[in-house]
């Protein structure tokens, strides 16, 4: 089936330094999957960050940027500069196509501590 | 604007004792339903998805059940927990089709004891 890896956590970088959190993913039932990352702050549900649905393209939001790579089958999260507020879990997701409804294959989760 | 309530926000149930936990949408008709549930240390998967009131289906099996007795409700139950049960379950909506969005409730923290 298809599947979803991302970096191990817990990562804890300094503010002001740069973040990124790899994602690979494998997808049998299709051949572009959407891809998409979530995240969820403390006491928070979970959420979309951001998404691309098409190869090759890249997805950005809050400072975090993601491209969709099929050669490499990666969709590594990215940001410059992080900020204390970006201390949260981040999930690597693939959507599938199920009965008409939209199934979410999920990564780990990447616990990120940004530290002061 | 549409809105997820979950409820409880959080359970401590012993083994062998029943369970319900909800969510509810308002704001948006008709929209497909989901439950997900991560285990402590684990992944976040799909147990259930429901497109239409009355109907339905398990993606996962792990002796639990799901209802939708309205369009807005969705249900998780089961009529015996087991240690197995704890994590975080999620309840989920998003428009129908396929290549949507998915909303995500702020989910019920369950340990069973």
């Known amino acids: 089936g298809d599947s979803v890896t991302q970096t191990e956590g817990p990562v804890t970088v300094s503010e002001s330094e740069s973040l990124i959190i790899n994602c690979t993913y494998s997808?049998?039932?299709?051949?572009?999957?959407?891809l998409f990352w979530y995240v969820r702050y403390p006491g928070e549900g979970l959420q979309l960050l951001l998404k691309?649905?098409?190869?090759?393209q890249k997805g950005s939001s809050r400072g975090f940027e993601a491209t969709y790579n099929k050669e490499t089958t990666s969709f590594h999260l990215q940001k410059a500069s992080v900020q204390e507020s970006d201390s949260a879990v981040y999930y690597c997701?693939?959507?599938?196509?199920?009965?008409?409804?939209?199934?979410?294959?999920f990564g780990e989760g990447t616990k990120l501590t940004v530290s002061s | 604007a549409q809105t997820i309530h979950q409820w409880p926000v959080a359970e401590i149930k012993a083994v062998g004792s029943p369970l319900s936990l909800g969510c509810t949408i308002k704001?948006?008709?008709?929209?497909?339903l989901y439950w997900y549930w991560q285990a402590t240390g684990g992944t976040l998967q799909q147990l259930f998805y429901?497109?239409?009131?009355?109907?339905v289906e398990s993606v996962v099996q792990l002796n639990l059940s799901a209802s939708r007795p309205k369009d807005d409700q969705f249900i998780l139950s089961t009529e015996k927990l087991l240690l197995s049960h704890s994590g975080f379950y999620l309840c989920?909506?998003?428009?129908?089709?396929?290549?949507?969005?998915?909303?995500f409730g702020k989910g019920t923290r369950l340990t069973v004891v």
């Open positions: 989920a909506w998003s428009r129908q089709g396929a290549n949507t969005e998915v909303f």
């Open positions: 997808a049998t039932s299709i051949a572009y999957p959407n």
């Open positions: 691309v649905i098409t190869a090759g």
């Open positions: 997701a693939l959507g599938e196509n199920q009965g008409g409804s939209a199934k979410l294959i």
């Open positions: 704001g948006k008709s008709s929209p497909n």
């Open positions: 429901s497109i239409t009131v009355g109907q």
